[in-house]
């Protein structure tokens, strides 16, 4: 089992930046993804960034592109989303998500993911 902890959410402005932060426990698979996956209200959850573990191979969303960035601390066991340009559009819960050994999806696809966080909510006012 799986146990992950987001943080780093807030209120901001359009067009600043804010970093998110996911911290694992437990589990002892050793090839597995993380990424970040985000739901506004009344919209679907949404893929926004993932990283596998063993290659550090990066993924995005197509709508975050050139404005978002992950990268992982292998030794902290930790997934970091570096977020720059912030849009009114990016406002929802941001969820950490992990697969836990799973596998037969992509990585945009969250049928991959086998452990999610509580979410952390990111409001950003225009």
């Known amino acids: 089992q799986v146990q992950l902890v987001e943080s780093g959410g807030g209120l901001v402005q359009a067009g600043v930046s804010l970093s998110l932060s996911c911290a694992a426990s437990?589990?002892?698979?050793?090839?597995?993804?993380m990424g970040w996956f985000r739901q506004a209200p009344g919209k679907e959850r949404e893929f926004v960034a993932a990283?596998?573990?063993?290659?550090?191979?990066?993924y995005y969303g197509d709508s975050v592109k050139g404005r978002f960035s992950i990268s992982r601390d292998i030794a902290r066991i930790t997934v970091s989303l570096q977020m720059n340009s912030l849009k009114a559009e990016d406002t929802g819960v941001y969820y950490c998500?992990?697969?836990?050994?799973?596998?037969?999806?992509?990585?945009?696809?969250?049928?991959?993911?086998?452990?999610w966080g509580q979410g952390t909510q990111v409001t950003v006012s225009s």
């Open positions: 437990g589990g002892t698979v050793s090839r597995y993804v």
């Open positions: 998500a992990h697969s836990g050994g799973n596998y037969g999806y992509s990585p945009q696809d969250s049928r991959l993911y086998r452990f």
């Open positions: 990283v596998t573990w063993n290659g550090g191979v990066t």
